[in-house]
């Protein structure tokens, strides 16, 4: 027995309960040799106890115990009270702490701009050259506001409109506790209508700054940074944004919108009643709207009078004699233009524009900018009504296409492409140009070293088994090229296509260099080729499609002797607050700069042509312009089909101040017909228009001539086997003028184009050329 309680007791298993014997757990971490012994000691008796295997095993983890040092611990379970003491507070941390740190958060985050500094939506003007013609504006969807200072807004109507939406406007925080537990509440349970009960300042920062979204994370946030901006702003500033942004109905943003909307008047000019029917609708325009809800509207009138009466800002009597004003009918509310008419296509150009110099929706939406274009007012005035005095009286299927450029700047001057602004451009419609297109076989011939003044043959010519001929058998027999291009021989330029080295490919490039894009939009590939990249003979007939305004810019690089101007319509931008965003001559506001000039061919060669062209529009039944100012053109005509019917008809022509190409055609391809019935040919209505349109846009300008000298008229030489040659000088294909009798010319040497599949039609597909008619 001595020996078991020896063996059962040990001065570690001394009760730490008894204070006498109790004994530091440290003391062995002090003497580790002697814990060590203890433990092997405690590990040898456990081990010798055979009889107990309860007893050993639980002295054994016992002496484990005693071996690590550890001792047994026991909790006791949490109270009732505990549970809920600790439920509250993780409700505390989960609705107050965390909402609190998000507050401070958001609040500390959130960049309240200076009132000048906030974009509004507004509208942007476009005006024509002259500053102060408007053609158009940009409507964005909520920008029809005319931002007015609060100064001109009537104190009665500012009461007014308190009185409806925010009574403690000038005492509150700028926002609404309750309104926004009731938002909570509606959102949780799933109201409608959840999101209501803001302040004036609440309601600014949602339409401002915010979505409208029905959801308590965004009527916190509107409410954190309502709260901030009460800090930071004025209430006049945060009333006088109010009233210059919130909706009204009737399509209307702002005050000064609304005023025109609701009564045609201007904001200074509101009475008190009219006031009160603006302040009435801001809840719901749609509701109120006093076409469909006049009761209701009339309710609401009365509810804010009443306020104005408890705010103490009108006497009972001054409400009792207040009188519910009249209302415009909508149909006579004046609406905004959105350029529908004509001036609709030069909008979108604008726009084209604008954003290619680096202006994004943003800048153009709410910078209630002032667009100064390039396009003169009288110009512009005379293309439109030139082309609605000419088709007046015309079948309704035809169309037309005007655009006027100025060859020393590439300024696009006058623009009509229809008169549905919002539909098709026909001014950017890729046509087919019949002859129109040779004055460019002319430039590419010269530059070759073949003279304007160079004969040629006109008699009919048969390439790939089609005969290419004259408008009823015209010919000059063999005569210059300038004597070929005012009878729009077609014969003569296609000779010249197939004489030239690499005739249509070196048409292509002369044309792609005096202003022809290489890429149109709405045409496959390179432009002036097929699909292989290669030109057939009949580009010299106008077989490739290229665009009125390209026509014009083309054109207009003759007039300026060889020199190229990229076409543009925007002059200069500036914001409502007079900063300059964009100007001709200055950097963009992406640092872009607007294209200089480009010499693309000699003056020599320009010049050349433009005398080759001096004489047509005076033969071209008598269009020549008022005042016998000169002008250089070409008339073109294009066939439907395989048809005798004209579909296409040009007339394209400069002065040095002015280019201008017109088009008449159809928007769907069929018989080109005028009022009687017949054919309409380039120098006929096309012709027409051109004249009235450039008399109209130069009157009153100085009669400018150009530089250049006349090309010599040599005498018409017979076409071989047409009759004797004379025996006067002239010029040939062949050699210099000679006063003797002609032997028979050599055989022609044709150079075909590269081996490429067609069919006749494909070598000049519905073109033709056209006399003097």
């Known amino acids: 027995m001595a020996s078991q309680r020896g063996r059962g007791r040990s001065d570690d298993d001394v009760p730490y309960t ?60 949490r109270t009732r009270g505990q549970r809920i003491r600790r439920l509250l507070l993780a409700l505390f941390v989960i609705f107050v702490c965390v909402p609190a740190l998000l507050f401070v958060a958001v609040y500390w985050s959130s960049e309240i701009p200076e009132p000048a500094e906030v974009a509004v939506e507004q509208p942007a003007t476009v005006l024509a050259s002259d500053g102060t013609t408007v053609l158009t504006k940009f409507i964005p969807p909520q920008g029809n506001r005319i931002p007015i200072p609060l100064t001109e807004v009537p104190i ?143 309710a609401r009138w009365q509810y804010v009078l009443a306020g104005m ?87 309704s299927e035809l169309r037309s296409a005007v655009v006027s450029i100025d060859p020393r700047s590439g300024a696009v001057r006058a623009y009509y492409g229809g008169e549905d602004g919002a539909g098709f451009d026909f001014a950017q419609a890729p046509l087919q140009t019949g002859s129109a297109f040779k004055v460019f076989a002319l430039v590419a011939a ?38 070929a291009l005012k009878r729009s021989l077609n014969t003569s330029f296609y000779r010249l296509t197939m004489t030239m080295a690499d005739g249509p490919r070196s048409i292509a490039e002369a044309a792609h260099l005096a202003g022809i894009p290489e890429y149109i939009p709405g045409v496959d590939g390179v432009s002036l080729s097929e699909p292989d990249g290669y030109p057939l003979n009949g580009i010299v007939l106008g077989q490739y499609l290229v665009r009125p305004l390209d026509m014009a810019s083309a054109y207009a690089t003759l007039a300026a002797s060889g020199v190229y101007h990229q076409p543009y319509f925007v002059q200069r931008v500036s914001t409502g607050d007079g900063r300059v965003l964009l100007d001709r001559g200055w950097e963009t506001a992406s640092g872009k700069r607007h294209s200089e000039p480009e010499r693309r061919f000699s003056a020599e060669i320009a010049d050349a042509t433009t005398s080759a062209m001096l004489p047509i529009a005076n033969y071209s039944n008598g269009h020549g312009l008022a005042n016998g100012r000169q002008s250089a053109s070409k008339t073109g005509t294009t066939q439907l089909g395989e048809t005798k019917d004209n579909k296409d008809a040009w007339m394209v022509g400069y002065t040095p101040s002015l280019s201008t190409a017109v088009w008449v055609g159809t928007e769907h391809p069929q018989p080109l017909r005028s009022g009687r019935g017949g054919a309409i040919w380039g120098s ?62 050599p055989p022609l040497i044709i150079i075909p184009p590269a081996p ?18």
């Open 18 to 77: 008894s204070i006498a014997g109790f004994r530091d757990p440290l003391a062995k971490e002090q003497n580790p040799a002697k814990g060590a012994a203890r433990r092997a000691q405690a590990a040898r008796l456990a081990a010798t106890d055979p009889t107990d295997d309860a007893k050993g095993a639980a002295r054994r983890e016992k002496a484990a115990r005693r071996g690590t040092d550890e001792q047994p611990t026991g909790r006791k379970p």
């Open 684 to 745: 006929g209505l096309p012709a027409d228009i051109w004249k009235q349109s450039m008399d109209a846009a130069l009157a009153g300008t100085p009669v400018e001539q150009f530089d250049v000298a006349p090309v010599p008229s040599p005498p018409l030489v017979p076409s071989p086997g047409t009759g004797p040659a004379p025996t006067t000088g002239g010029f040939d294909i062949f050699g210099p003028p000679t006063n003797s009798p002609r032997p028979a010319p």
């Open 446 to 483: 010269q530059r070759q070293g073949i003279p304007v003044t160079r004969a040629i043959d006109s008699s009919p010519i048969t390439d790939r088994g089609t005969e290419i001929t004259n408008v009823e058998g015209d010919s000059c027999g063999r005569c210059s090229l300038a004597e």
């Open 309 to 395: 009466v408890e705010m103490n800002v009108l006497a009972p009597g001054d409400r009792d004699a207040t009188v519910f004003p009249p209302i415009i009918p909508l149909d006579d509310v004046p609406a905004e233009s959105v350029a529908l008419g004509p001036e609709g296509h030069i909008r979108t150009q604008v726009l084209r524009e604008l954003r290619a110099a680096g202006l994004d929706d943003t800048d153009i939406n709410t910078g209630a900018l002032q667009i100064t274009t390039t396009i003169d007012a009288a110009a512009q005035a005379g293309a439109v009504d030139s082309v609605r005095e000419r088709l007046s009286w015309q079948p």
């Open 156 to 298: 009665p109507v500012r009461d007014a409109v308190l009185a409806a939406e925010d009574r403690t406007f000038y005492t509150n925080a700028g926002y609404s506790s309750s309104g926004f537990l009731r938002a909570a509440r509606d959102n949780v349970t799933g109201q409608d209508n959840a999101g209501g009960g803001s302040t004036i300042t609440q309601q600014y920062v949602k339409n401002a700054f915010l979505s409208s979204e029905r959801t308590v994370t965004r009527k916190m946030r509107e409410l954190i940074i309502a709260a901030k901006m009460a800090r930071q702003w004025s209430k006049d500033e945060i009333l006088s944004a109010y009233l210059n942004t919130i909706y009204f109905g009737r399509g209307a943003y702002g005050i000064a919108a609304a005023a025109k909307a609701y009564f045609g008047k201007p904001v200074p000019e509101l009475t008190l009643a009219e006031g009160a029917v603006l302040a009435a609708v801001i809840r719901s325009p749609s509701v109120l709207d006093p076409e469909q809800h006049a009761d209701q509207l009339r």
């Open 756 to 773: 490429t599949p067609a069919t006749p039609g494909e070598l000049f597909p519905g073109l033709g050329g056209e006399g003097p008619r």
